[in-house]
Nanobody, 127 residues
Framework: VQLQASGGGLVQAGVSLTLSCTTS????????MGWFRQAPGKGRRFVAG?????????TYSDSPKGRFTISRDNTKNTVYLRINSLKPEDTAVYYC????????????????????WGQGTLVTVSS
């Protein structure tokens, strides 16, 4: 199983960015997907999560909130994270993760429930 995150880089504050996470080796349409981030010197924190089913409602962290949009394309085995109006405090390594959701029980904030993790993509926001 592989999760390949991409789309990070050095950007200026105020721009938007879309991160991608392409998976292989798992039945993507039966996994919920989450995005986490880890800022320098801080722990890994949940950002957004989305179950596999059509019409599933996304879950977002209270902080940050409002500038993030998670989406997925089950035909491409890929999950996306759109970040609008980037701020310097968004600087972090962003990780995608897969959560087995066979029974329809997805707890987005349950870090231990994520079975597979990507290697992360670094987003650096300059002021």
């Amino acid at each position: 199983v592989q999760l390949q995150a991409s789309g990070g880089g050095l950007v200026q504050a105020g721009v938007s960015l879309t991160l991608s996470c392409t998976t292989s080796g798992l039945t993507f349409s039966r996994y919920a997907m989450g995005w986490f981030r880890q800022a320098p010197g801080k722990g890994r924190r949940f950002v957004a999560g989305l179950s596999w089913s059509d019409g599933a409602m996304p879950t977002y962290s209270d902080s940050p909130k409002g500038r993030f949009t998670i989406s997925r394309d089950n035909t491409k085995n890929t999950v996306y994270l759109r970040i609008n109006s980037l701020k310097p405090e968004d600087t972090a390594v962003y990780y995608c993760a897969a959560y087995s959701d066979l029974n329809g029980s997805y707890y987005p904030f349950d870090v231990a429930g994520y079975e597979y993790w990507g290697q992360g993509t670094l987003v650096t926001v300059s002021s």
